[in-house]
């Protein structure tokens, strides 16, 4: 495949972010996951490919709009004795066409992600160049842009050449080639741990996270010559015991690795998971006391690792 016939799909491009990686950032959102965290704040992207989001507060169906009722060919979108629009999710997860959007004024009915080529990210990272100063750049993030491999080694060499500083979040859930590969065109990387206990792993997230530790050590035995910090998204009843940091610092320190970021638990998913007739496991647990972060914290300070709670970090 050429390189301009090369696809990825993206469900958001942001510039002027501040907090995922130095300086001022353009962040690349990728579509498509192979995890499913139950606390997701994207399970937008859990598909890897556009799909329908259906906001029903801004849903003007009290006022009387019908405008979308007999536009789906498939039936996806269901009316009942003047009741709210039902979305019928088994029909619309696997639509590709998306008739319903453009009749819909009010925005209630929207499609999440579309199809990019390598020249149309380089196009918008041109754009924002000028802003990012001397220590910004782009950041990959989204979803998972390890999954995206041919598009984002391409998107990356073109980065290379104009010395654009890069910078990955990624789950490390990928074949240990294609990540050694990526990350030799890194600067600045955040891996997930989310849990040492493997079969709580698999419990929250779908996954193992053999995988993820492996070319975690098999980064930091390449020499690659990157900043990488580890995170830590800390849900509470899931990984925010004492247990499970000494054996991440154990793990930390057999491979030589110096900063981790534990992150606050938030809600910011779940409305996103309601849009898509999901539920959010995470409504009402999942909150970490600030007195528990600070002994994490402090565990990981006692062993020599700078360890940053939520937002307070120099990135
Ligand atoms: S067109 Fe939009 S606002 Fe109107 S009923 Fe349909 S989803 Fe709701
Ligand atoms: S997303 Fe597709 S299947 Fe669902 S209502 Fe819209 S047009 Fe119909």
Redesign the pocket.
């Known amino acids: 495949m050429s390189t301009q016939e090369l696809k990825g799909i993206i469900f958001d491009i942001q510039a002027f972010s501040v907090h995922d990686g130095p300086g001022c950032r353009t962040n690349v959102f990728f579509a498509g996951c192979p995890l499913r965290c139950k606390w997701c704040a994207n399970p937008e992207n859990f598909a890897g490919r556009p799909h329908l989001l ?1 906001a029903d507060k ?4 009290s006022s009387g ?5 007999k536009i789906c060919p498939r039936g996806g ?1 269901i009316f009942q004795d003047d009741q ?2 039902i979305i019928n999710w088994d029909v619309c997860n696997k639509c590709t066409t998306f008739e ?1 959007r453009p ?7 929207k499609v999440c992600g579309k199809e990019y080529t390598v020249d149309d990210v380089m196009k918008i990272l041109r754009r924002d160049f000028n802003h990012w100063g001397s220590e910004g750049g782009v950041t990959f993030t989204g979803g998972e842009p390890l999954l995206h491999y041919d598009f984002l080694l391409e998107v990356l060499k073109r980065c290379a050449a104009m010395q654009i500083h890069t910078a990955i979040e990624t789950s490390g859930y990928a074949p240990m080639e294609r990540f050694l590969n990526i990350l030799k065109y890194i600067n600045f990387a955040f891996i997930d741990v989310k849990n040492m206990d493997d079969k709580k792993h698999i419990e929250g997230t779908g996954v193992s996270h053999k995988i993820i530790l492996e070319n975690i050590a098999a980064l930091k035995k390449s020499g690659w010559d990157g900043r990488l910090i580890l995170r830590q998204p800390t849900i509470g009843g899931f990984n925010d015991s004492e247990e499970n940091a000494q054996k991440l610092i154990d793990f930390m320190k057999k491979n030589n690795l110096y900063e981790i970021n534990l992150l606050k638990f938030h809600r910011l998913g779940q409305t996103k998971w309601e849009q898509m007739g999901m539920k959010y496991a995470y409504a009402k647990t999942g909150d970490v006391s600030l007195e528990q972060l600070q002994k994490l914290q402090n565990m990981y300070l006692d062993n020599d690792i700078v360890c940053y709670v939520g937002d307070s970090t120099p990135f």
């Open positions: 259906y801004v849903c003007k169906w709009c019908r405008a979308c009722t979108l709210q629009p319903c009749v819909c004024a009010a925005s209630a009915l």
